[in-house]
C-alpha cells in the first residue's frame, strides 16, 4: 500500500518569485515512480514532472524541478520564476512500477500566485 | 491528437438514481482507469480496464461497476446514488496499463441531490 501526505494546504507567491511544495509518501515497492499534477479550474490533471525512484538525479522541466531525498521518502516541487498561469491546485502521487499500478494521491496544495 | 474526452461535463441526479458515465481515451491508448474525487481532496482509484476486463480495483462498493468497449472506450456505472457519490470523475487513460503515463480528461461533475 502507498500513501501520499501533503501538508500544506495552501501556498502563496508573490509573481516571478520561487516556491516550493512539500510532499511525504510512503510505499513498501522498491521500484516506484513519483509524480507532481497540476489541476487548473479546467479541472483536468495535467503532469508537470515525473521522477523515476531509481533515479539519483532530481527531474527538471523548465521552471519546475524536484527535490527527491528517498531516504528521507520527500518530493518536493520547486517552481522557479512564478507565473499568474502557474496558480492551480497542485498534488502530489505515486505509482508502483507494476503493470495497472494505479496513481495514490495526496491531499492537494493550493498555490496563489499574487501580482 | 485528440486527449481523453468524458461525458457529460456535469450532472444532477436525485438518491437512489443510476448514472453512466463515459470516457473515450487518447488516441493509440488502450487502458482506462477511473478516480472519483470529492470536493476538497485528492482522487481516489475507483478501476482499471484493460482488455475489455477489470484489471483492478480500488475501495469502492460493487454499485460502482464499468465496462470497456472493443474501441476501449469505457463507461462508468454507478447504482443507487448516495448524496456522498457527488464528486468529480476523472478518467484516466495509458498504454498497456503502464504506471508512468497517465493522460486525464477534465472529469464529469455529478451532484446527487
Known amino acids: 500500500a502507498q500513501t501520499v501526505t501533503q501538508s500544506q494546504p495552501e501556498m502563496s507567491v508573490q509573481e516571478a518569485e520561487t516556491v516550493t511544495l512539500s510532499c511525504t509518501y510512503d510505499t513498501s515497492e522498491s521500484d516506484y515512480y513519483l509524480f507532481w499534477y497540476k489541476q487548473p479550474p479546467s479541472r483536468q490533471m495535467i503532469l508537470v514532472i515525473r521522477?523515476?525512484?531509481?533515479?539519483?538525479q532530481n527531474a527538471t522541466e523548465n521552471r519546475f524541478s524536484v527535490n527527491f531525498q528517498k531516504a528521507a521518502k520527500s518530493f518536493s516541487l520547486k517552481i522557479s520564476d512564478s507565473q499568474l498561469g502557474d496558480a492551480a491546485m497542485y498534488f502530489c502521487a505515486s505509482a508502483a512500477n507494476n503493470a495497472g499500478n494505479m496513481l495514490t494521491f495526496g491531499g492537494g496544495t493550493r498555490l496563489m500566485v499574487k501580482p | 491528437d485528440a486527449g481523453v474526452t468524458q461525458s457529460p461535463t456535469h450532472l444532477i441526479k436525485t438518491r437512489g438514481q443510476q448514472v453512466t458515465l463515459r470516457c473515450s481515451p487518447k488516441?493509440?491508448?488502450?487502458?482506462v482507469s477511473w478516480y472519483q474525487q470529492a470536493l476538497g481532496q485528492g482522487p481516489q482509484f475507483i478501476f482499471q480496464y484493460y482488455e475489455e476486463e477489470e484489471r483492478q480495483r480500488g475501495n469502492f462498493p460493487d454499485r460502482f461497476s464499468g465496462h470497456q468497449f472493443p474501441n476501449y472506450s469505457s463507461e462508468l456505472n454507478v447504482n443507487a446514488l448516495l448524496l456522498g457519490d457527488s464528486a468529480l470523475y476523472l478518467c484516466a487513460s495509458s498504454l498497456r496499463r503502464a504506471s508512468y503515463g497517465y493522460t486525464f480528461g477534465s472529469g464529469t461533475r455529478l451532484t446527487v441531490v
Open positions: 488516441s493509440g491508448h488502450d487502458t
Open positions: 521522477q523515476e525512484a531509481y533515479k539519483q
